[in-house]
Every structure is written in C-alpha cells, then in structure tokens.
C-alpha cells in the first residue's frame, strides 16, 4: 500500500505542475477589488475563488459551480512575517504545497465570493481558525488528482448524478485533504452546518430534480463536499463588497459610443 501510495504521490504531483498552471487572461469574470475585499472580510469567512487552470476547469465542471476553490480568511492571527512581506490572512489547500497560509493579493486576478457564516459566536470562530492553523503543512491529496485527471475532456460522458462522486475518490488518510474537505471538516467540529440531512416535503420534491435531491441528502461527511456548497448554502450570507460600501448606480460613469 505504501509503494502504492508513492506511485500515486509521483504521478499526483506531475499533474500538478500542469493542472495548476493558470491561463492568463481567461478569467471568466471580472477580478474582485482587492481594497474593498480586504475592508469587508471578517474572520471565519470563506473566500471561494474561480480558477482558470485545466484543474480547476475540471472541478467547476464535475460540481457544475462557478467556483474551484475554496479559503478561510482568519484575520491577523498569523503575525506579520519577519521579512516584512504582506501579512498572511488565508489558510488554503492547495495541489503544490498542501494546507498553507497566503496574503489576500494572492486572489487579486480572481473572482471571488464571500461566504459567511450567520451568528457564528467568538469562541466557535476561535475553534474554527485554530483547527485550520494546527492543520498547516498537511499534504493535498494526490489520489484526487489522479482521479480528476481523468476528467478533463472538454465534454466527459458523465451523467449529473454521477459527477459530484469523482471529487470524492480520494485516498482519505488523514494526513491528506483537499480544499473544500478540510473546510467542511473545520465547520463539521463546531457544529455549524453547511448542507445537512432535510426533509423531502412536497414542496422540495416539486422544486428540484430527484437526482438533485439524491445530492443533498446524501452530503454528510466532510470528504464530499466542494467549494460551490458553501454558495449554495442556506446558512451561508453572500456578501459582496460593492453592495457592501454603499453602492450607487446612479453615480456610475458610462461610455457612449463603442
């Protein structure tokens, strides 16, 4: 199983380098500004973010979302580094460098989202950041890519029902996570939901697909969900920085002419 694993961990990280290589210029929506971002975050936020690299096409397709990442903004609590370089306010999974911490300007090109949890009290946003912290320097999940290298196709014949399951393939040691998992798992141990069991009343079964249905149901443990089930989330705000500072349509500027 061990020379199973290194084999996996060997070809996991080769994709990587090419999986992870953004595309300039093919961001599909227009960048966050990163100020406003930076004025409007609160601790305990989770920042998901829309990537351009063939590995992030991959996962945006399989959970049909907009968004393949997902991060948790902790504030300050990081300190300031001794080389006085941007502060470190993120704690992300990522393929390279598994659980680590990141400045803000890292999603400067990205579009982003805000996801923040309701009435989250101190002491649960305190367990929150420090299970995240105590988790730095984890290793990503390398069977996940294997298995998400599969799917890269423009038009992979997977049926809808099927797709959420090709991100959930992993090896699930626990020294390895994946972006969304680890997040699910942080907020799975204060208790705060994000898509638990409900009820199929009438109305639910006349408003959603019965594989849609099965989905929601069916998403318990951490290891199952991704970066687009924090948006969709009932106990999630979407907060968005320009509503947020007042915004002013009549006050915009607009070009006549082409």
């Known amino acids: 199983m061990r020379q199973s694993n290194t084999a996996l961990d060997w070809l996991g990280h080769r994709l990587a380098r090419l ?37 992030a096409t991959a996962v945006k397709y399989l959970t049909q979302s907009t968004w393949s990442h997902a991060a948790l903004y902790v504030g300050d609590v990081l300190g300031a580094p001794d080389d006085g370089s941007e502060r470190h306010s993120l704690i992300e999974v990522v ?107 009438a109305a639910v079964k006349r408003g959603i697909s019965s594989w849609r249905r099965q989905e929601l149901l069916h998403i318990r443990h951490h290891s199952l969900y991704a970066p687009g089930d924090f948006d969709i989330s009932p106990y999630f705000e979407i907060v968005k920085p320009t509503l947020v500072e007042g915004f002013n349509y009549k006050g915009l500027t607009w070009v006549d002419g082409p």
């Open 95 to 201: 393929l390279d460098a598994g659980c680590r911490s990141a400045p803000l300007s890292s999603l400067a090109r990205f579009h982003t989202r805000i996801c923040r949890p309701v009435g989250l009290i101190e002491s649960d946003r305190d367990e929150l950041i420090n299970f995240m912290i105590s988790r730095l320097g984890i290793r990503y999940d390398m069977r996940n890519i294997v298995d998400l290298a599969r799917y890269l196709l423009p038009t992979p014949p997977i049926p809808s029902r099927w797709r959420r399951r090709m991100i959930a393939l992993g090896s699930g040691e626990p020294t390895r996570a994946i972006c969304s998992t680890l997040l699910a798992e942080a907020f799975g141990r204060i208790g705060y939901p994000i898509l638990p069991r409900i009820e199929q009343g």
């Open 19 to 55: 999986l992870l290589r953004e595309t300039p210029g093919q961001e599909l929506f227009i960048p966050s500004d990163p100020d406003a971002l930076r004025r409007t975050l609160r601790p305990g936020d989770v920042v998901l973010v829309a990537g351009s690299s063939m590995i």
